[in-house]
C-alpha cells in the first residue's frame, strides 16, 4: 500500500482543483440574506406607517372627545348662571309684578292675625 507521499497519491492531487468550501452557494448566501433584510425592512415600515396611522386616529377620537367635553362645560356654566339669575328675589318681585301684576298690600289692606 502507498503512503500518503507517494508518486501516484501525488500525481492525482495535482490533477484535482482545490476549491474553498462553499464557495458555490456564497452568492446564494448572500441573495438570501438580502431578501431577509429587504423583507423585514418593509416589515418594519409596514409597522411603523399602522403605528402612524393608530396615532392619528386615537388623536382624532380625542380631539372629538375634547370638543364635546368644552361643549358640555359651556352648557353647564350657562345653566349654573340661569340657576343663579331664576332664584333671584329681585328678578322674582319684577317678575310678579309686571307680568303678574302683582303688588305688595298697603299698611290699611293687612290684616294682623292673633
Known amino acids: 500500500m502507498a503512503g500518503p507521499r507517494s508518486a501516484k497519491w501525488m ?16 452568492a ?12 423585514l425592512l418593509v416589515a418594519a415600515a409596514l409597522l411603523a406607517s399602522w403605528i402612524h396611522v393608530q396615532s392619528i386616529a ?21 345653566l349654573v ?6 332664584r333671584c328675589p329681585q328678578r322674582i318681585s319684577r317678575i310678579a309684578e309686571k307680568e303678574l301684576g302683582m303688588t305688595l298690600p298697603a299698611m290699611e289692606d293687612r290684616v294682623r292675625v292673633k
Open 11 to 26: 500525481e492525482i492531487l495535482d490533477a484535482q482543483v482545490i476549491r474553498p468550501p462553499q464557495q458555490e452557494g456564497k
Open 28 to 39: 446564494h448566501r448572500l441573495i438570501g440574506h438580502l431578501a431577509a433584510g429587504g423583507l
Open 58 to 78: 386615537c388623536r382624532y377620537r380625542y380631539s372629538q372627545a375634547y370638543r364635546v367635553y368644552q361643549k358640555r362645560l359651556q352648557i353647564r356654566d350657562a
Open 81 to 86: 348662571i340661569e340657576r343663579q339669575t331664576l
